[in-house]
Structure formats: C-alpha cells, structure tokens
C-alpha cells in the first residue's frame, strides 16, 4: 500500500496507486440450501456506501445443485459482477468470474475491477439452488471519502 505524504502531488498517485491494489478485502462462504441462501430471490453478500473500486469472483468447493441461474451484482445491474450462470455448470475447484466457470485456474487478467455504487448480492432465477458451496471473495478500495464494503 502506498502511503501518503505532505506532497499532494504525491497523494494524488498513492490514492490512485491504493485504488488499484484493492488492499480491503472479505471472503464470504456460502452453501445453497433450498427455502433459504439456495431459494428464488435476490440474497445480499455485501452493504456498499459511498463509491468503490470493486472486485468479486468465488471459487467453489461443493458442486452447486439445483436447475436454477445465478449472477451477482446490484439493484440496477443483477449481473454486472458476475453473469447469469447455470448453477449446476458450479463445480468443486471452479473459479466462477463469469458465465462459463470452467477452470481451476485462471489469468488475474479476468478479475475485472469495478466501480460499485450500490450494495452487493446474488440473485437466483428460475428454480431453487438445492446445494453446494461457494466463497466469494471481494477486494475494493474507497473512490469516495464515505467509501466502504462491509458484510451484510
């Protein structure tokens, strides 16, 4: 992390420099059970205030069950992190960034970094998520003064 100075030049690229390596990080397991965290609906992960620098991608550890679509992202953007998957394409050891998780191993390159006004969630369309584990792992750093990601 870069840190500040009596330069304010200097403040200026460490700012920008802090923004890029998204020094805030969470880690947010979860399993998908039917009537709760897997059912029909839009399931907050994280309360966003002010502007950040965002980025999101889970790795699961439990093949994901159930014939529902799930994506992640805001009110005004349900995919705009993640796009809608199928959720049993989820599988152990997957990197899920996108609608076709596949790998166990991906570039950084593909973990895009957003700018995120609004609080964070996944939605499951279409049928219940009857199983299966995956943590989302988030990084983000404050644009805003009021900037902040916590659990929700």
């Not at 991608?57 to 199928?86: K, N, P, R, W, Y």
Request: net charge negative; glycine share 10%; charged share 10%.
């Amino acid at each position: 992390m870069a840190h500040k100075s009596d330069n304010s030049a200097l403040n200026s690229i460490c700012e920008r420099i802090n923004t890029v390596f998204l020094n805030n990080k969470l880690a947010i397991p979860v399993t998908f059970v039917a009537g709760t965290t897997g059912s029909v609906a839009t399931h907050s992960l994280v309360t966003v205030t002010g502007a950040v620098a965002m980025s999101l991608f889970a790795v699961c550890s439990v093949d994901v069950a159930g014939a529902g679509t799930i994506e992640v992202g805001t009110a005004l953007a349900t995919a705009g992190m993640i796009a809608q998957t199928t959720g049993t394409d989820i599988d152990v050891g997957d990197i899920w960034h996108d609608a076709s998780p596949d790998s166990s191993i991906e570039l950084t390159s593909v973990i895009t970094q957003k700018i995120v006004t609004q609080n964070v969630g996944y939605k499951i369309a279409s049928a219940t998520l009857t199983g299966g584990s995956v943590t989302f792992y988030i990084g983000w750093a404050p644009i805003s003064p009021d900037g902040r990601v916590e659990l929700a």
